[in-house]
């Protein structure tokens, strides 16, 4: 016999969140529905009448679940052709989460998605829980089977890898327009100088093709190194053309609360550029051309109103 009506809402109601924890955990929103619909199984497995807090129940029950694919996913990002970046969301996307506090906006950031790789599955799990569902850290002990002081450790030991020593600058959605603008007008002048000046003298670019685009493995480092790779991007050419099946429609817009550059091909997402922006300039430029890990945001580009076409290549 399947779950009652009620208990089938209660979990509905409850998805959102769990999505939104997830995609945090796991970089990917294909990872995270997959989570999800699997915390779904086991709760319709459940004896639901016994469980006295759902909410924790199932927080639990995924968050060991994303901690197990986290395990596996380091294995298999040891094959992955070519750099490994997360899945961009596109503004508007319900699994970005809560975006009420500062926390939360940084927390599903472009720029500490990236970073969040770096940490242990453990650490990621306290990090999330605390810093964007502001859990507690008796309650993420009992989640995560941890003391609360080694909750309190975990968490302090991942804040600091998360800092980075960057501070990151918080943008609204006409300041990231218009830093797009900006940085499309100085990719496409034919000249490094002007992408130079916006960049850092440390400034980093990397993309991730997933062996199915064309995406350059090793970062490119440094201002004038990335302003000349950039230059090149954004020029116009029938062998680009050719790999993404039309001229690609350049569009200005936000992913995971960042500028983002998003390139359209008759309606279908090719790639998503984030720029992480710091008080000194940017500092990152992050390509995502990997056909996988844009079919989301295809989805959404489809049902939303996304301004004019500012270029096309």
Known sequence: MGLITSDVDRFEAARPRLEAIAYRLLGSSGEAEDAV??????????????????EAWLTKVLTNLCLNQLTSARARRETY????LPEPLLAGDPMLGPADTVEQRESVSYAVLVLLERLSPNERAVYVLREAFDYTHREISELLDLTEAASQQIFHRAKKHVADGKARTEIDEAAARRIVEEFLAAATSGR???????????AVSIGDGGGKVPARAKAFEGALAVATFLRGLFKPSPSKRAYVGGAPDIYATTANGGPAVVAVVDGRVVGITCLEVTAEGIVAVRSQVNPDKLVRATALWAAGDHGDCLYTL
């Open 37 to 54: 619909q699997e915390t779904f199984l086991r709760w319709q497995a459940a004896d639901v009448a016994r469980i006295e807090t759902p």
């Open 81 to 84: 052709v070519g750099a490994w």
């Open 192 to 202: 490094t100088e002007p992408l130079v000046r916006l960049l850092t003298q440390d």
